[in-house]
């Protein structure tokens, strides 16, 4: 019998379906296994950070400082009564195993942020728009609330699994560094429901300190007539809600609770 070569089949590699969709299949299946990854490392990571307790947060974090802040002078008059209004406030939570420091970060942009390890950075454009001790007690006691919710820690645990994650992509030993930037916990933001519980905390703090809660949200009525509805105040937007609606939702706490809301106003000191 005669063997009669046949030409192989060239295309038997080939794949019938258009190399452009099978990019597309490969580049979005490798995504999502990417997000997948990402999503259980972040639900890991922070269920094992919240259950470090305060006082191990505290010891990790002592002296540590966000790489991107331009601190003051320890005898700026600004720091040296940030330091004790949250001293005085602090004192109504003496459950805590914080604590708690201040530091002013010089930037122009307005924010107050808490840091793991009890830290709250408030930024000089903040500052200069207090008028009186009793809003900065409110943002203050706000940032207390945060801690007593640990939300900072669940916001270090999104940072720190994405900080995995880009050392793993990319090789860069920098990636995971234990600790977050101020730009990096700004994109993180709480939840409504974490922002009405922290308020509700520091709307606390502040009528035990002054027995009212007057002019605890002034602050926010007078940004919302000043800037409402522009970019100025984007950064206080990416973590905290709408001035406006943040007003309201203290006049709603005050009057549940049956908090005065007139009484004698506190001079700022600087
Ligand atoms: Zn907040």
Sequence with gaps: MRHIPRK???SVNVSKTHPLVEASTLVAGLGLIFLT???VLIFVVE?????VPEKTEVELFETWLPEDIVTVSYDDPRLVELESLLWRLSRHWPETDYEFRVEINDSSEMNALAFPGGLIVVT????????SENELAFVIGHELGHFRNRDHIRGLGRGLAIGILFTAISNNEGGAQLGATVADLTLRGFSRRQERSADE????IVQQEYGHV???WRLFERLEAEYGGTSEIVALLGTHPSPDDRSQSLIEIASENGWPVSGEVTEIGW
């Design 8 to 10: 192989a089949d060239d």
């Design 201 to 204: 905390f520091g709307l606390w």
């Design 37 to 39: 990854i990402m999503i």
């Design 124 to 131: 000089s454009g903040l500052l200069e728009k207090v008028e």
């Design 214 to 216: 007057a002019e605890a």
């Design 47 to 51: 269920i094992v950070l919240y259950f």
